[in-house]
C-alpha cells in the first residue's frame, strides 16, 4: 500500500484505489498502521479503497467506521464522486458529515487537506 505523508499538516494520503476497508477491522487496521508506523492523525483515502457497503447506510457500517476514528480521534477525507448515489440519507450523511470536523467527503486531495487542516 502507498502512503505519502505531508509532515507539516500531519495527514497521510493512502493512494491505493484498491480494496483496503472492508468492514470494521480492516478500519482499525489501517488507522493504527497510519499513527504507530507515521504518526499521523488524520487519513486521506479514497473512495475505491472503502467496501461498497460502506455507502449503504442500512448495512450500518459507515457509522460503525466512523464512530471508531471518532473515538481514537482519527480524521478521515474520502475522495470521489458521490453524485452517483440516489439515496437521500446518504446525501443527508454526506452534508453533515462535512459539516462537522471528523469525517470529510470530498471530490480532491486539495479540499481534502484544507478541511482536515481547517477542523483542527
Known amino acids: 500500500m502507498k502512503i505519502d505523508i505531508n ?9 491505493e484505489k484498491s480494496l483496503i ?15 504507530y508506523e507515521y504518526h ?10 472503502i467496501i461498497e457497503d460502506f455507502f449503504d ?14 473515538n481514537y480521534g482519527m480524521k ?12 437521500k440519507a446518504l446525501k443527508d450523511y454526506i452534508y453533515d458529515c462535512n459539516k462537522g470536523k471528523d469525517i470529510f467527503f470530498v471530490s480532491n486531495e486539495e479540499e481534502a487537506i484544507s478541511r482536515i487542516v481547517h477542523s483542527i
Open 7 to 15: 509532515q507539516k499538516n500531519g495527514i497521510a494520503y493512502v493512494q
Open 21 to 35: 476497508i472492508s468492514n470494521v477491522q480492516s478500519a482499525l487496521d489501517l488507522m493504527a498502521t497510519i499513527w
Open 40 to 49: 499521523c492523525n488524520a487519513i486521506i483515502i479514497h473512495k475505491e479503497a
Open 57 to 70: 447506510l442500512s448495512t450500518r457500517l459507515a457509522g460503525e467506521i466512523v464512530q471508531k476514528y471518532v
Open 76 to 87: 478521515i477525507a474520502i475522495i470521489g464522486d458521490f453524485a452517483a448515489y440516489s439515496s
